[in-house]
């Protein structure tokens, strides 16, 4: 039996409170072989305070805002799935 193939679930966010939300979402899926990966666009570590402690989520802040099309960008390339 071959193993499920990897999910990427990229969220690109720029000072969205229900990011949280959006992870929740994620990870709770009955899909188990996911990776959930936030890219944070506000340069400010805005989404650092509610997502810095878990595990189960890759968080990466760019320097500065670079725009949406970049953060979806960043998210593909550190994606394996």
Not at 6 to 31: G, H, W
């Amino acid at each position: 039996m071959r193993p499920s193939p990897l999910v990427s679930v990229i969220i690109p966010t720029y000072y969205r409170r229900d990011v949280v939300d959006a992870v929740e979402s994620a990870v709770s899926q009955t899909y188990e072989n996911v990776e959930v990966i936030v890219i944070a666009d506000s340069g400010e570590g805005y989404a650092s305070q509610w997502l810095d402690s878990r595990e189960d989520v890759l968080y990466v802040q760019l320097e500065g805002n670079q725009g949406a099309n970049s953060a979806r960008q960043t998210g593909f390339e550190l994606s394996s799935g």
